[in-house]
């Protein structure tokens, strides 16, 4: 058998090999997208990606082909990501508002493959995931300029489902008219609260009149089936296109980092995120009616070597000035040091539970 004949029935014997390590690859990969379909997990990850790519890498011993080897791995995450999308296309996103709000990019972003199904409000679009109508919901939990988004909280304070993601949404608002609008024929300027409070200086310089919608999406839809060209919206420009209008000024809000964190709720909670603890996660409390107990069950956190990052608190509906307290922490929760912390902490509250676990908070930008 000569050098030629020889490699070629060395590849087919290879092939075959390969053939069944890929079935098996790929049904690990069933196994990875069913796991991320519970519990609203994206599918692409970079930075796992990244660190597959450099581990495997090294398996390399011949530095003329690691380069080739390196374009054989990402084309074989490409393939299982179009696989698992297969797999989770057609997951039920819930979202309050409708087609155009910033809930609904921020749905689509980290949704690409679903369907994004609008509710009313809130706990419309918590509870439709509650009852299986919808396999996850994505919430706005906090604005960089406004603040937490309360009805949210209390959502998350009082129900079951779990904070399996956060996305970061850069928002950035413009002034929307009809086609052909110009600015000196701007009268009156209509959007959600926030955003006419994000904009309030532009607003006052330019002495425009202002009135309130539920979201920005709706104010949008609205001077697209008003016809007035005096009347404009602060919007997206994703909300621009959609309804047809123009961008008569860009860039309007005073703060140029306004942002706006998304979580996404699912009915299962996720596992650990890595072996090395790279993940935070999401406390909700009451404390006793003791003095000092907030102070303490504080320090209980940080003799653990739990890095707290966020501390609100919040008054409980149904009882006057008692409040309930949320705070994000780094770590991981899961192992034998956060469990003995979990069970020291209880010892200083009334209510205590995990409400949410997530790894690298992702940045989503409106563009």
């Known amino acids: 058998m000569d050098k030629l004949q020889d490699a070629r029935v060395k590849i087919n014997e290879i092939d075959r090999e390969m053939a069944a390590l890929f079935e098996q690859r790929m049904q690990a990969a069933k196994v990875i997208a069913e796991y991320k379909k519970e519990r609203g997990l994206q599918i692409y990850d970079a930075k796992r990606e990244q660190a597959l790519i450099e581990k495997n890498t090294a398996y390399i011993s011949d ?10 791995l990402q084309d074989e995450m490409a393939v299982s990501k179009r696989f698992q999308e297969h797999i989770i296309s057609g997951v039920r996103i819930a979202y309050s508002g409708i087609e155009g709000a910033y809930a609904n990019i921020a749905a689509k972003k980290i949704f690409p493959y679903g369907r994004a199904v609008a509710f009313r409000g809130f706990r419309e679009a918590y509870e439709a995931v509650v009852s299986g109508d919808c396999d996850s919901c994505v919430l706005p939990i ?42 000196k024929e701007i009268k009156t300027v209509v959007s959600h609260p926030q955003a006419l409070a994000q904009c309030a200086e532009y607003l006052r310089k330019n002495g425009y009149e202002t009135v309130e919608y539920p979201n920005t999406a709706r104010a949008a839809k609205a001077v697209r089936d008003g016809g007035d060209r ?46 090395s603890g790279d993940s935070r996660f999401m406390l909700m409390f009451t404390v006793k009616n003791e003095a000092g107990a907030l102070a303490q069950a504080l320090n209980v956190l940080s003799s653990y070597g739990f890095n707290m990052r966020a501390l609100r608190s919040r008054p409980m509906k149904e009882l006057a000035w008692e ?21 020291h902490l209880a010892l200083h509250c009334d209510m205590l539970k995990v409400v949410g676990r997530y790894a690298d908070e992702v940045i989503l930008k409106d563009d």
């Open 230 to 275: 005096s009347v404009a919206a602060i919007a997206s420009s994703e909300t621009a296109r959609l309804y047809g209008l123009e961008t008569i000024d860009h860039d309007i809000n005073e703060s140029a980092v306004n942002s706006t964190r998304f979580a996404v709720f699912s009915r299962v909670e996720n596992q650990p995120l890595s072996p």
């Open 142 to 183: 906090e604005n960089s300029y406004a603040g937490e988004v309360g009805q949210v909280m209390d959502l998350m304070f009082q129900g079951g489902l779990y904070v399996n993601g956060i996305y970061t949404l850069r928002i950035s608002h413009h002034l929307l008219g009809l086609p052909g609008t110009a600015a």
């Open 323 to 343: 409040y309930y307290f949320y705070i994000e922490a780094e770590g991981d929760e899961t192992g034998q040091n956060g469990a003995d912390m979990l069970r």
């Open 63 to 72: 530095r003329d082909i690691r380069s080739y080897y390196v374009r054989f």
